[in-house]
């Protein structure tokens, strides 16, 4: 930590200069100066960088970015302070703090068919499901360890429950839950009967005792994840399990389950759920709406309409937002509140494809990534307009995207491949 201080104002560049006063984020990380600071009007992020470099004395420089009245800057001080109405002897607080660095591709995983599902769990093992049914296991480092192919249409949403237990939607209708993570032995534990429509979306509680699924029927459905056998009336087939990495075929058995609660209320295919706090599920459709159920209710709690289509919708407890992909090509952020006086927070307008999946950070409760059929993943901001980075993921589209660590984000699409991209590695 650098400590610099000083009792006089700091001249840097020669005329039109503004007042700024630098503020970092973290302190405990950061301290510099808090005497305004003379710089050149015209300065933008980039340089106003090179500054508080140079006030911490880095050797190395360390990329910043800086926040204006709780919004990220992306013009020059003077752009903003006209942009505001606000006279050139305002002392504008700049408040700093470290930025995303741009992903950068690392690793492909290659598959047999479109990827439309992924995700990892907490022992950094990668979890992926296909369009010919075929969910597979890799390794941190990028090998197939197992693969199954029980379902018999294509995967549309992966989610964990534990280490050991995954869940899966699919085109055929149903959702299997999985265990056998730990062995590389990928069985199906229960199956998960009802739908009557391709199954497009499956969340997971954050006990993993329950999971909501939406699909195409219109409907949400709520279903126990309690072991198989433990409820009453369950039926088990027996079936041959499918093992691209094993020549023959051994005998599983299956347990067959219906939901707990169906939750109708949409008008259109539901295309995405995600747990809410205290208790409940946000629901996408196609129908232009997201809806908030009590899942011990099965009732509508709030509904929020606007936009076009949308694909798909992740929740932020941190920034209390709902952030959607639409079909009209915008990423939208969303108040949920009930005494919210704009639904739509922003409209994000930067694909030039249809915008397909979205995943907040683990790590920033502020940023989150969006992926669409330009083949383009972006990196957003919540308090910008303008995305922080813009990736080439695939030369096609791009299904689905996931955000899992610090460290990583991943996305799958048509290319029949995951993509790996390292951030700030």
Request: proline share 4%.
């Amino acid at each position: 930590m650098v400590n610099m201080s000083s009792t006089t104002t700091t001249e840097v560049g020669p005329t039109s200069t503004v007042q700024v006063r630098f503020v970092p984020s973290d302190e405990a990380q950061f301290t510099v100066t808090d005497t305004p600071i003379a710089v050149p009007e015209t300065l933008r992020r980039y340089a106003l960088s090179e500054i508080v470099n140079h006030l911490l004395g880095n050797e190395k420089p360390i990329p910043f970015d800086f926040l204006v009245d709780g919004m990220l800057l992306r013009t020059s001080v003077a752009k903003y302070l006209e942009s505001h109405a606000l006279s050139r002897e305002t002392i504008v607080k700049l408040e700093f703090f470290m930025a995303t660095p741009a992903p950068e591709a690392s690793t492909e995983l290659p598959h047999d068919d479109w990827v439309g599902a992924l995700d990892t769990n907490s022992n950094g093992l990668i979890l992926t499901g296909s369009y010919d049914g075929v969910v597979s296991l890799w390794s941190g480092t990028g090998d197939r360890v197992a693969t199954a192919a029980e379902h018999t249409g294509g995967i549309k949403r992966l989610e964990t429950i534990s280490d050991d237990m995954f869940v899966t939607a699919s085109l055929d209708h149903s959702l299997r839950v999985w265990g056998g993570v730990r062995e590389e032995s990928l069985t199906t534990k229960l199956l998960l009967s009802g739908h009557t429509g391709s199954v497009e979306g499956v969340a997971v509680s954050s006990n993993g005792q329950t999971c909501v699924s939406g699909s195409f029927d219109k409907t949400l459905r709520v279903w126990s994840l309690a072991p198989a056998g433990s409820l009453e009336g369950e039926e088990e087939q027996s079936g041959k399990k499918k093992r691209k990495t094993n020549v023959s075929a051994q005998r599983t058995t299956t347990t067959t389950r219906e939901a707990s609660l169906v939750l109708e209320g949409h008008t259109n295919g539901v295309t995405s759920v995600v747990y809410g706090p205290q208790n409940t599920v946000y629901s996408a459709s196609w129908d232009h709406s997201i809806r908030q159920w009590d899942i011990n209710s099965g009732r509508v709690v709030h509904t929020l309409v606007g936009g076009k289509v949308i694909q798909s919708i992740a929740y932020s407890e941190s920034a209390n937002l709902i952030v959607s992909a639409g079909a009209d090509k915008a990423v939208r952020l969303w108040d949920p509140r009930e005494s919210a006086t704009t639904m739509i927070k922003r409209t994000l307008v930067s694909h030039t494809g249809m915008t397909s999946s979205v995943a907040w950070s683990p790590t920033d409760g502020n940023q989150f990534v969006s992926a669409a059929y330009d083949g383009d993943i972006k990196i957003w901001d919540a308090r910008s307009s303008i995305p922080l980075h813009t990736v080439k993921a695939i030369e096609g589209k791009v299904l689905c995207v996931a955000w899992p660590s610090k460290e990583q984000i991943l996305c799958g699409g048509d290319d029949n491949r995951v993509h790996i991209h390292s951030v700030g590695k």
